[in-house]
């Protein structure tokens, strides 16, 4: 009996002091947004222990908003789903810009990101990365679709795929030549629309291979052969024309989605310095250069463009000659309600026959 | 009553502790949570609402029904592939061999669901192994389409559910007395007779616990049917986890698991009551 008290306090000494020994940095990250090699730099420089855990916006809100902010010290959101959650379950909190080094940073997006992601006029977020979403396409097998429509072109019959989330929906509004970000302020008009856009993709949706389900799922679709037109990211689509020159990544003529993934600070962060030191140094402009070129994605660093590869300059001018960059439609904050519109109109596509 | 030492309780406490922090109290929470639910002006009331929805709402109880329909087919198929499998490792093969074939049966539990998810993917894939190797010798000329449809749903949850039927019927088949059969091929009966006066009556048990495990199993499965369940294969576990993480409505989908628990109970029920077996002989 003593005994088996004594062994017990000793165990759990052992593992108080091993989780006290190292100062550590819970990131609640995506795939891909923390390269090993930097990882490893930074925790050589700093002697922060780096605990990394993939997930995707949803995720991200279901596991915060489960511990109301706490078990990570840093999180990765897309700008446009945090002002929305936070003012209802609060998992945030607001960033100190003054701890960041924003002048590595460019101007315009700190500021969009932080008029975007304002509660009381606090800006919750700082922008890490940005992309679009548009189309990745078999350029030898479906020459002509260049468009969000040619998702329901019966000329590609069966060889299409999409993911079957919100910004398909918003796609195939702009694709049916409709605004949804204009009918953000009008909610009745906007659940009309989706019924609008539930109609297309149900009435279109045997021409659909699969609907893919992550970015694995999404560059498996295409690479084998099983679809030509799919729906997808610009940084997947230049990475699989790395391979195959066939397949790229095409800017839909209605307009690319464009988002902005941020850093946020958990509600309960425990190490809000080690943030702060993890963003300022992702940012460093040969720091963010790197990831660029390894992921394919743009970076907010003002001047990691002297870094870049020349293919991956060749990858923004190719898919985006001016006019399509002009076009992009960036994503504004979603407000509250909407999601549950959009999960019914989505839940009713996947059960149609 | 022997009087228990005080080792007795101190060892009781991580299990309790583990029961309560982890399995009771995050019930209850769920429970409670099922029961609230947020009107237009945000406000949290007590409401049967989460549940009412379920009924009102075509689409959900549909998936359901459909989900329920689908396990129990999976079930039934499980039976009849695994039974000659379970049939001939216990009474055809020799004691030496058949372990062996046993731990080779094994195997596909040991590399986890997601991997042989993958696996079947490769296989079914239109320019997949299968189609390739038809194609190649000449049978067909197109690609059949078999990945994202049900049929490849279908073998997805049979192939990670097969293994939890054998095991329970080969335990039944095991202590039955090869004697019996013997007799009765000496009294003249039939193969079908001795199977269906003898074997099966004898290895009801066995059948009834391993379904019972493969039909909890399919009905709440996750991975295959959204892997390889193609564009219009929603699965009830699906919408549970839609409700969570798309559209924040844990509400609902608290209430939607517990449909799913309380529906797959009264499904289990009425197979024990069926068959005419009782859950404590099953279990054991």
């Given at each position: 009996m003593k005994r088996l008290a004594l062994v017990s306090a000793i165990v759990l000494t052992l593992i108080a002091s091993g989780a006290m020994a190292q100062e550590s940095l819970r990131v609640l990250t995506w795939k891909g947004y923390a390269p090993a090699k930097l990882i490893k730099a930074f925790e050589a420089e700093t002697g922060i222990d780096v605990k990394l855990t993939y997930s995707n916006n949803e995720e991200m809100i279901a596991k915060l908003r489960a511990t109301r902010g706490a078990g990570f010290d840093l999180a990765q959101p897309s700008q446009d789903r945090i002002s929305f959650v936070q003012k209802r379950f609060p998992i945030y909190q607001p960033i100190d810009y003054s701890k960041v080094n924003t002048g590595q940073l460019v101007a315009s997006m700190v500021d969009a990101v932080k008029k975007n992601s304002a509660v009381d006029g606090k800006g919750y977020?700082?922008?890490?990365?940005?992309?679009?979403?548009?189309?990745?396409?078999?350029?030898?097998?479906?020459?002509?679709?260049?468009?969000?429509?040619?998702?329901?072109?019966?000329?590609?019959?069966?060889k299409i795929s999409y993911r079957l989330k919100r910004p398909l929906l918003i796609a195939t509004a702009f694709g049916m030549g409709e605004d949804p970000f204009a009918l953000y302020d009008d909610i009745d008009a906007y659940r009309a629309l989706m019924k609008r856009v539930e109609k297309k993709l149900i009435d279109s949706k045997k021409l659909v291979k699969n609907?893919?389900?992550?970015?694995?799922?999404?560059?498996?679709?295409?690479?084998?052969?099983?679809?030509?037109?799919?729906s997808g990211w610009d940084g997947k689509g230049w990475t699989l024309h790395k391979e195959n020159p066939d397949i790229d990544f095409i800017a839909p003529k209605s307009g690319a989605l464009g988002w902005i993934d941020t850093f946020a600070l958990p509600a309960k962060s425990k190490n809000i310095e080690g943030a702060y030191k993890y963003i300022n140094f992702m940012m460093r402009p040969e720091n963010a250069a790197y990831f660029t070129n390894q992921e394919g994605y743009g970076t907010a660093s003002k001047d990691a463009i002297n870094f870049l590869n020349a293919e991956i300059k060749a990858n923004f001018s190719r898919s985006f000659p001016p006019a399509d960059l002009d076009n992009i439609k960036w994503h504004p904050p979603v407000p509250a309600g909407f999601e549950k519109i959009e999960s019914k109109v989505l839940d009713r596509i996947k059960a149609a026959k | 009553m022997k009087k228990r030492s005080g080792t007795f309780y101190l060892l009781m406490v991580p299990v309790l502790l583990w029961l309560m922090l982890l399995i009771v109290i995050p019930h209850l929470d769920m429970v409670y949570r099922s029961f609230r639910f947020e009107t237009d002006d945000w406000e949290m009331v007590f409401s049967l609402n989460n549940y009412l929805t379920f009924f009102r709402d075509q689409i959900y109880w549909l998936t359901f029904v459909k989900t329920a329909l689908y396990s129990i087919g999976v079930t039934f198929l499980a039976f009849v592939v695994t039974f000659p499998v379970a049939f001939y490792l216990t009474k055809v093969v020799g004691k030496q061999y058949s372990s062996f074939m046993t731990l080779l049966l094994l195997i596909p539990i040991w590399i986890g669901e997601l991997v042989t998810v993958y696996g079947w993917m490769i296989l079914l894939r239109d320019n997949g192994v299968i189609n390739t190797f038809l194609i190649n010798i000449g049978i067909i000329n197109e690609p059949i389409e078999m990945l994202f449809t049900n049929f490849s749903m279908t073998i997805g949850l049979l192939y990670m559910s097969m293994l939890f039927m054998i095991v329970p019927m080969m335990s039944a088949l095991d202590s039955l007395d090869d004697s019996l059969i013997e007799a009765a091929s000496d009294l003249g009966a039939s193969k079908w007779t001795i199977f269906s006066k003898i074997i099966i009556p004898y290895t009801t048990p066995g059948i009834v616990s391993g379904g019972i495990i493969v039909f909890m199993l399919v009905i709440g499965d996750y991975v295959a049917p959204n892997i390889l369940g193609g564009k219009s294969s929603l699965w009830f576990t699906e919408q549970i986890y839609n409700k969570f993480l798309m559209s924040f409505n844990w509400n609902e989908g608290a209430a939607f698991g517990f449909l799913l628990l309380g529906l797959s109970s009264a499904i289990v029920w009425v197979a024990l009551k069926l068959s005419g077996q009782k859950l404590e002989k099953v279990g054991s």
């Open positions: 977020a700082v922008p890490h990365c940005y992309g679009t979403t548009g189309m990745i396409v078999n350029q030898k097998l479906a020459p002509e679709a260049d468009d969000w429509s040619d998702l329901w072109n019966p000329q590609y019959d069966g609907y893919w389900t992550s970015g694995d799922t999404q560059v498996a679709i295409i690479k084998s052969g099983d679809a030509n037109v799919i | -």
